[in-house]
């Protein structure tokens, strides 16, 4: 396939996801071009191929599709002022981060009287299913627009469904999130038992993958609480910290009771208050460890 056969596509947000996106699409024939406020990163996106830019207005210009990739709300903010501000011809924006409902609401409000198109499609997967394309994007909004970028999607993730109406990407994500959340800290309470009752980390590993016991979430984040290494992180437990707390609120404004999620959320207050923020989210088995007085010799 010629380079750059596919046309022109922009990533705002060149972190774990964004970047292992923009080196996909990359690979796929795309002509990525990106912008990130870490220099680091957009360092190393450069090396692999992806043309920088200063801002998000520099990419509306640029090119008549764009994904973002963000940590929170105010990232988004910034990064919809700036496209309106390019006054660039319609884009289409597919918004994949996880951030709350009303946030996105306000981006596609602000962003439509532009004359742009926001769709909501938030994306099921980690950093590490990223970078091999196992994602899945949730997308919501305009549908034959989302139609229109299947084949995009497929350069990226191995699925992509169209959930209706803006806004329900977001809704099943948080319904994801939830049971990630919670499978999440069961595995590390498996591990812990296992261990306290002298069984081998690698053998539980190996016996509860194979068995009634697993999860997807086990199998991605049981070789790290197996070895107790929760570092490259896949998901940083500071970033997660915001993920729980607007699933928390999403279920509260529907009054719907969330007893094993609730249950979860001091487990990874405990890892915050740990200094553990900057490691993947399976650490939460360290402090399962620490709360349960067990001691392993460090992994080699």
Same mark, same amino acid.
């Given at each position: 396939?010629?380079?750059?056969?596919?046309?022109?596509?922009?990533?705002?947000?060149?972190?774990?996801?964004?970047?292992?996106?923009?080196?996909?699409?990359?690979?796929?024939?795309?002509?990525?071009?990106?912008?990130?406020?870490?220099?680091?990163? !957009? %360092?190393?996106?450069?090396? =692999?191929?992806?043309?920088?830019?200063?801002?998000?207005? $520099?990419? &509306?210009? /640029?090119?008549? *599709?764009?994904?973002?990739?963000?940590?929170?709300?105010?990232?988004?903010?910034?990064?919809?002022?700036?496209?309106?501000?390019?006054?660039?011809?319609?884009?289409?924006?597919?918004?994949?981060?996880?951030?709350?409902?009303?946030?996105?609401?306000?981006?596609?409000?602000?962003?439509?009287?532009?004359?742009?198109?926001?769709?909501?499609?938030?994306?099921?997967?980690?950093?590490?299913?990223?970078?091999?394309?196992?994602?899945?994007?949730?997308?919501?909004?305009?549908?034959?627009?989302?139609?229109?970028?299947?084949?995009?999607?497929?350069?990226?993730?191995?699925?992509?469904?169209?959930?209706?109406?803006?806004?329900?990407? !977001? %809704?099943?994500?948080?319904? =994801?999130?939830?049971?990630?959340?919670?499978?999440?800290? $069961?595995? &590390?309470? /498996?591990?812990? *038992?296992?261990?306290?009752?002298?069984?081998?980390?690698?053998?539980?590993?190996?016996?509860?993958?194979?068995?009634?016991?697993?999860?997807?979430?086990?199998?991605?984040?049981?070789?790290?609480?197996?070895?107790?290494?929760?570092?490259?992180?896949?998901?940083?437990?500071?970033?997660?910290?915001?993920?729980?707390?607007?699933?928390?609120?999403?279920?509260?404004?529907?009054?719907?009771?969330?007893?094993?999620?609730?249950?979860?959320?001091?487990?990874?207050?405990?890892?915050?208050?740990?200094?553990?923020?900057?490691?993947?989210?399976?650490?939460?088995?360290?402090?399962?460890?620490?709360?349960?007085?067990?001691?392993?010799?460090?992994?080699?």
């Amino acid at each position: 396939m010629a380079a750059n056969a596919k046309g022109k596509v922009g990533v705002v947000g060149l972190g774990i996801m964004g970047g292992a996106i923009a080196r996909n699409l990359k690979v796929a024939g795309w002509h990525v071009v990106g912008h990130d406020i870490d220099a680091a990163r !957009s %360092r190393e996106l450069a090396t =692999a191929g992806v043309e920088i830019l200063p801002d998000a207005g $520099a990419l &509306a210009a /640029a090119v008549p *599709l764009i994904l973002t990739s963000l940590p929170g709300p105010d990232a988004l903010a910034v990064t919809v002022r700036q496209i309106v501000a390019a006054r660039a011809p319609r884009r289409v924006v597919v918004e994949t981060s996880t951030l709350a409902l009303d946030d996105k609401l306000e981006a596609e409000r602000a962003l439509r009287e532009a004359g742009h198109l926001l769709l909501d499609c938030p994306l099921s997967g980690t950093g590490a299913q990223a970078a091999t394309k196992d994602l899945v994007v949730y997308a919501s909004g305009d549908s034959g627009a989302i139609a229109a970028l299947k084949p995009l999607f497929s350069d990226f993730a191995r699925e992509a469904h169209d959930l209706g109406r803006f806004g329900n990407g !977001s %809704r099943m994500k948080f319904v =994801a999130n939830l049971l990630v959340a919670i499978h999440n800290v $069961a595995s &590390a309470e /498996a591990f812990v *038992l296992g261990m306290k009752a002298g069984l081998d980390p690698q053998q539980i590993l190996k016996l509860v993958s194979a068995g009634a016991g697993n999860s997807r979430v086990f199998e991605l984040r049981g070789p790290m609480m197996a070895a107790g290494r929760y570092d490259p992180p896949t998901m940083k437990i500071s970033t997660w910290r915001k993920d729980m707390a607007i699933i928390g609120e999403f279920a509260a404004k529907l009054g719907c009771p969330t007893p094993l999620f609730s249950a979860s959320a001091p487990v990874y207050a405990a890892a915050l208050a740990a200094g553990r923020g900057a490691e993947d989210t399976a650490a939460v088995c360290a402090v399962l460890e620490a709360e349960a007085g067990l001691e392993r010799a460090p992994a080699r």
